[in-house]
């Protein structure tokens, strides 16, 4: 065997560990709503990494005050359950009956197959009889009334303000999760908040290639040492 091929072999192995490891461990990543994230607009990205030491990730949340019209975003920290992403013009600034939020998946679609979300919702009371629905959709701005695939009300554990449901996702993923506002009371003053986004996902990610190629280098670095010592011993 060449003493390149030497070389290249160290190289693939070391990009192949740095590989194994991220499919070993890095599966989970966590979205937080519930803090400050600064002054907001119609849209706000959201960037998290999955642990430990995988890939960073970006989740997109817009505001919408009816299908097809945006409305800005407002972050609301009124207690412990009344914080996270609500909506500037809704009542209370929370999601109200003819808003939602729109959370643009694109960047997770790689890792959303087989995995499992996990989505807390706040703000939801008894005294306003609060509910919600949470919507897969394949278009900006708009929801199919047939595609709920989870939902929740006041009564939902943890209960208390806040209410946690799991989505499971399987074949292709839609681009877009919806939270709407469903609950029945008359005034129509129900409304809630984007707490958390949670994924445990079944797809592996794995390190981003400027890391596979930091350890290819430091393979390089290693092997050429040897090299030199046998150059030196022959010419000795």
């Known amino acids: 065997m ?3 091929t ?3 072999s160290v190289m693939g192995g070391a990009a192949m560990l740095a590989i194994a490891a991220g499919q070993a461990s890095a599966n989970t990543i966590s979205f937080n709503f519930a803090t400050t994230p600064g002054s907001l607009g119609t849209s706000r990205t959201f960037s998290a990494t999955f642990n430990p030491g995988g890939p960073t990730v970006d989740l997109t949340a817009t505001g919408y005050k009816s299908q097809k019209h945006e409305t800005k975003l407002y972050y609301k920290q009124k207690s412990t359950v009344e914080t996270g992403l609500g909506l500037e013009d809704g009542p209370d600034q929370e999601i109200g009956k003819n808003g939602f939020i729109q959370l643009d998946l694109t960047s997770l679609l790689p890792y959303l197959t087989g995995s499992t979300l ?14 919600f629905a949470i919507h897969t959709s394949d278009q900006a ?11 929740g009300n006041w ?9 946690t449901v799991n989505v499971k996702l399987g074949g292709t993923p839609a681009r877009y999760l919806d939270i709407t506002e469903t609950g029945s009371s008359n ?4 409304s809630v908040l984007l707490h958390s986004f949670d994924i445990s996902t079944g797809a592996t990610p794995t390190p981003e290639p400027a890391t596979i ?11 050429l040492p040897r090299r030199k010592r046998k150059t ?3 010419a000795n």
């Open 2 to 4: 060449s003493k390149l």
């Open 6 to 8: 030497n070389v290249l």
């Open 118 to 131: 996990t989505i807390t919702i706040g703000s939801v009371q008894k005294s306003s009889k609060d509910a």
């Open 141 to 151: 701005g708009s929801w199919k009334d047939n595609s709920v695939v989870a939902s």
């Open 155 to 163: 009564n939902t554990l943890p209960a208390n303000g806040l209410a």
């Open 187 to 190: 005034d129509c003053s129900g």
């Open 213 to 223: 190629a930091m350890l290819a280098v430091g393979a390089l670095a290693l092997a």
């Open 232 to 234: 030196d011993a022959a």
